[in-house]
């Protein structure tokens, strides 16, 4: 039956629903057109099998058929509400998943529910929640007391050492009569275990005055010596001086005070530092010890002011042509009597940076005084010097040379600072030995030597053998065959 155009009007005019219009808003439009996406992205997430479930008209608390468009509306202004006023505390899941649409769905919220799947298959959904990108909120659960029993525990000195062995944490508080503290320092010395017994004493050390502790160690050496030994370590030097005076060690607290000096730079507080311990009730051969290290760095200062400023000024000659490398403060005695013979050898033993004085002074022995002034001036190549260091007179006023050591010595040091051929071949001489002194002839090519030597032995074929050798038409080969034409000499061979 055909409705009239008045009809028609009258239908849409008296309709709750109202026609489209392009004086809509559009942020009302775009409202609506979003909710019913969402309603519908829920549907599709419902099985098509429950009919039954399907067909029925769900209402919310207001009256308005659940998933209308006027039911959508309301509840998406509601929820931008709840959202302006109080913000959730849950962290937010990502809305930046495609959406599920009905036709690829696996499964749906009613078989959820009934614990079953489309195709019959529940265990892809299963393995589906248990994917790594799903995050599961879910509140951290409190350890078990089982796991603080360590630490709870109330384990008695015998079991807190046992178990410190092990590696476990365990807590020395609740150790605090000195009964106990003692039980677990005997307990861990007779474990043998070094790291016990360093952790127990520095526990004793902090709950314990020093007259305790020290009055409980000097019984147990064992610890004693753990301790010391820590304590050096960790360089509390004022602790460890009041235990050695405690337990009457007075040598060794003596030393360890001496030793102080090392920590100070400055060379003058430094002798004065060490001016102060001579006092100290060393043994005999300390005290000398002690005595002469405040000599020699008393000297060394004097040493160094006047050599600094004649090197600034450039008065002394030696010191522009062999420049000091560092100063001589705080040098062992050898190095310093070295210093000594490289820039003060002439001066008179008077003076305190002579090197006499200094072998005088610090007692040193002939042969170390040789070797170290022979050193010192053949880097300079002061080769008059040299000399004289072997030059000797015998009770009837003859001069010869002689050392302290072998001449073969003397050649390798020579040898060592690039002596010329000349002044090695004179030392090279006077060694005793023949086949050493050939041996270091032909080292070093000292020809006028092996020659001689050759001569001596009257070995005609050694001679023509080393003829071989020498640069022809040198003087070494002209000396050899004046020899060999030589018709006084009578050869062995």
């Known amino acids: 039956m055909m409705k009239t155009r008045t009809d028609e009007e009258d239908y849409w005019n008296s309709s709750k629903y109202k026609a489209f219009t392009f004086d809509d808003e559009d942020d009302e439009l775009s409202r609506l057109q979003e909710s019913k996406r969402a309603v519908n992205s829920i549907r599709g997430l419902v099985d098509d099998e429950d009919n039954d479930e399907d067909d029925m008209e769900r209402v919310s608390w207001s009256g308005e058929p659940v998933g209308s468009i006027s039911w959508s509306v309301k509840e998406t202004a509601a929820s931008n509400q709840r959202t302006d006023r109080d913000p959730t505390p849950f962290p937010r899941i990502s809305t930046d998943v495609a959406n599920v649409s009905r036709g690829h769905s696996g499964y749906s919220l009613s078989s959820l529910f009934k614990g079953k799947m489309k195709g019959g298959n529940f265990q892809s959904f299963t393995d589906s929640l248990t994917d790594s990108s799903v995050r599961l909120y879910a509140p951290e659960l409190r350890k078990p007391k089982s796991e603080y029993k360590d630490l709870v525990s109330d384990w008695s000195p015998e079991e807190t050492v046992h178990r410190m ?95 102080e000096h090392l920590n100070i730079s400055d060379a ?76 003060h050898y002439s001066e008179a033993q008077e003076t305190f940076s002579s090197p006499l004085s200094l072998r005088h002074t610090f007692k040193i022995s002939e042969k170390q005084f040789f070797v170290t002034a022979l050193a010192a001036r053949v880097k300079l190549k002061a080769w008059s010097d040299v000399d004289a260091l072997f030059r000797s007179r015998n009770w009837l006023g003859f001069t010869r040379k002689k050392a302290p050591l072998g001449f073969h010595r003397v050649v390798d040091v020579l040898h060592k600072n690039a002596a010329p051929t000349q002044v090695l071949q004179e030392y090279v001489a006077l060694v005793d030995d023949a086949d050493l002194r050939i041996s270091l002839a032909h080292k070093h090519k000292c020809h006028d030597i092996v020659i001689n030597t050759y001569r001596d032995l009257k070995d005609r074929q050694l001679l023509l053998g080393y003829r071989e050798k020498v640069e022809s038409g040198s003087a070494a080969q002209k000396k050899i065959d004046e020899l060999l034409e030589n018709p006084q000499i009578r050869w062995k061979n």
């Open 165 to 259: 062995q092990q590696g476990k944490v365990v807590s020395l508080e609740k150790f605090r009569s000195l009964h106990d503290k003692l039980l677990l320092l005997d307990f861990s010395v007779s474990a043998h275990d070094g790291n016990v017994i360093t952790a127990i004493l520095i526990y004793l050390k902090r709950t314990l005055s020093k007259e305790v502790l020290f009055r409980e160690l000097e019984s147990r050496q064992t610890a004693l010596r753990h301790f010391i030994h820590y304590l050096t370590e960790t360089r509390d030097q004022k602790l460890l001086l009041d235990l050695l005076r405690s337990l009457g060690r007075t040598e060794d607290t003596v030393l360890l005070q001496y030793k």
């Open 268 to 343: 003058n507080k430094r002798r004065d530092f060490l001016k102060s311990c001579v006092s100290l009730p060393f043994s005999a051969d300390d005290l000398a010890h002690v005595q002469d290290h405040f000599t020699l760095l008393d000297r060394q200062i004097i040493m160094e002011a006047t050599d600094g400023q004649n090197e600034r000024e450039g008065k002394v000659e030696i010191f522009q042509k062999f420049p000091r490398k560092a100063p001589i403060h705080n040098m062992p005695l050898i190095p310093t009597l070295h210093y000594s013979c490289l820039y």
